[in-house]
């Protein structure tokens, strides 16, 4: 197993792409969808049953984790791997996102954020440096700049500001981050939907140079027009030889759409917040299984899919499960969705390597119009 | 496999014994801990997994599948195996103890119990051939029948009516159930803590006749003295060659009593219960993984333990989770108190055969005494 961290393409279909991310600790086949494992488990699911469904890497919440059991608390324990039982690579963001939406007083200023837990009201201050050090006691294979985005539509003189600060940031971050050898550190392009500023942002940090690049600022409530939009062109400022990460996206179609559009790897906790909630998605659409029609039917989810909540029970189960409130109704459910967005992303990446990506899509849609499973 | 139900002992220790129960649907080896799967689930578990701990059986209850998905539901969808996806044998209560433990709006008549749902309010009314009925529905490979017992401490009146109730009641359900080959029906004695309404229960059941025998009206508050008490007696008075079941026992300490007292089958929540508080049962004693004490300790809840929480994670991690409020938290301890139940059994299983059961008992206590984890 390469002892480096490095990325190779395989195949083009117009501007998507397939390749593998190698890494100390295990491949990553592009394009690529992280669960997220936000307080050191994806909910619902034991660290196997991902790997299972075809997952090859996670994604790990810093600003949960630096809060509770603290970075300090799993370095001690041997790093996050060993703590969650998951020793394939780990994706770490850097806090700054969730610290904007979650945390409790919040202080931005040039240094970082000061805040306040949401889940004890201790003060912390998160900076680059910090952020950088967190992850690095985390022992996260992909380390993410620290950075910060607003809430879309927001002012272009807002986003700009951001976007800059973000990149004073990122050259912190890589200044901190230093050379690690097998272990990654990932740029973040900023900018909103303004196409100077992204421009502006992917050149600032192709100057500082990193082993990938994220596009962020987006799936924070533009839509999925705006979203594509950017994906139009935001790939094409970026280094082809590099990793391209869109955070925190998205749906199935989300997914589709921004494969075509040359993103090489994406998170989302669709799937598993979606499994909690009674919501699973399939080829045909998405099913709602609290619906009183599922009751008494005895078919799987998807008669075609190979996952155990399909192949072992019936909708009726599954709707009488969740109405009762009981656990493996959130663990059925979560393996079911992870288990159709990793076969998405395998259905993808054949689909590139096979020159065929437009009939792919052309099909995904066409099941999905066609499909005898209402729409919520 | 046998196409009849049928008890075979193989070894006797004093008075506890060892054999193999045979159904069609598989072998339960005796003494046998069997998880409760309340609604069609033993919650935070696969039924799969519920199998790797070594679980033989399951319990369902009757009370919660009849108010929901309904019993008749369930065989429309192919009995409650199918629906569930467990394929070995299923012993249902006969929802007696339940309708006066949950419901609302409770009248005991000759004739049955008149109650209303604790989930919708809707009003139902349970009988011996009601229940018979609810049962078949539901595939039940092991029936027991309809019975009521009070909460004790009782007065002798109060427990020696009750007691002479529920024999009618068994008469009515013998009579109800019919013959089903390969099916069992069990005889429930009742009398509380008084020797000679045991002994009149014992006997009225006899002269019915059934498949299997079980002791009711324990583990409802009288405390280990009183239940070993009647269990000093009571097992003597049932026939040797049929199997005897303490229904709702119970803690690890109880279920080595019982079983040295002549005790073949049982069944509790306190596993998975348990393990849904953060209480882990362990050779060395009860482990509350919410202690602080946890927060940084690398080891395991049990080194010699060699069920996934124990092999896989730290009390730490445990203890993170918990705090967390994580399912995973749920599905490790769950998985981690179910596999030590059955070990638990199949190390007496094992002592009996060697006529050991002494020294197994020996050492039982001794560790718990010797344990380096402090009690609750």
Chains 1, 2 share one sequence.
Not at 5 to 32: C, K, N
Not at 250 to 270: E, H, N, Q, S
């Amino acid at each position: 197993m390469s002892q480096k961290f490095s990325f190779r393409l395989h195949a083009t279909d117009g501007r998507a792409r397939t390749g593998v991310i190698s890494t100390p600790r295990g491949e990553i086949r592009t394009p690529a969808f992280m669960p997220v494992g936000t307080a050191g488990t994806v909910k619902a699911m034991l660290p196997e049953s991902v790997r299972a469904t075809g997952a090859d890497i996670l994604l790990g919440n810093t600003y949960h984790l630096m809060l509770r059991p603290t970075a300090e608390r799993i370095a001690r324990l041997g790093g996050l791997h060993r703590f969650m039982n998951w020793d394939r690579p780990v994706l770490t963001d850097s806090g700054g996102f969730q610290v904007m939406s979650l945390s409790d007083l919040r202080k931005l200023t040039e240094e970082g954020v000061r805040f306040k837990s949401h889940i004890d009201g201790s003060e912390h201050h998160l900076t680059p440096e910090r952020s950088m050090e967190i992850q690095r006691l985390l022992g996260s294979d992909i380390v993410m700049c620290f950075d910060e985005c607003p809430a879309l539509p927001a002012p272009v003189e807002t986003v700009a500001a951001s976007m800059r600060l973000s990149m004073r940031w990122a050259a912190r971050s890589r200044e901190a981050f230093g050379d690690r050898p097998g272990h990654a550190l990932f740029g973040i392009m900023q900018g909103g939907v303004t196409q100077e500023l992204r421009a502006e942002s992917a050149s600032k940090l192709r100057e500082i140079g990193f082993d990938g690049y994220a596009i962020g600022g987006l799936a924070v409530g533009e839509g999925q027009e705006a979203m594509f939009g950017v994906l139009d062109y935001a790939p094409g400022l970026l280094p082809e030889d590099r990793p391209r990460y869109l955070m925190g996206v998205g749906k199935p179609d989300d997914i589709v759409g921004a494969v075509a559009r040359g993103i090489d790897m994406m998170d989302c906790v669709l799937p598993s917040r979606s499994g909690r909630t009674g919501q699973a998605w399939t080829r045909a659409g998405q099913v709602n299984i609290k619906n009183a029609r599922h009751a008494d039917d005895p078919r799987p989810l998807d008669e075609d899919c190979t996952c155990p909540a399909c192949r072992n029970y019936s909708r009726a189960y599954l709707h009488h499960v969740f109405r009762a409130g009981e656990i493996i109704s959130s663990m059925l459910l979560t393996w079911h969705n992870l288990h159709y967005f990793q076969e998405l992303m395998a259905g993808l990446r054949a689909a590139i390597a096979g020159g065929r990506l437009a009939d792919f899509t052309a099909d995904f849609h066409a099941r999905r119009a066609a499909g005898d499973i209402a729409p919520l």
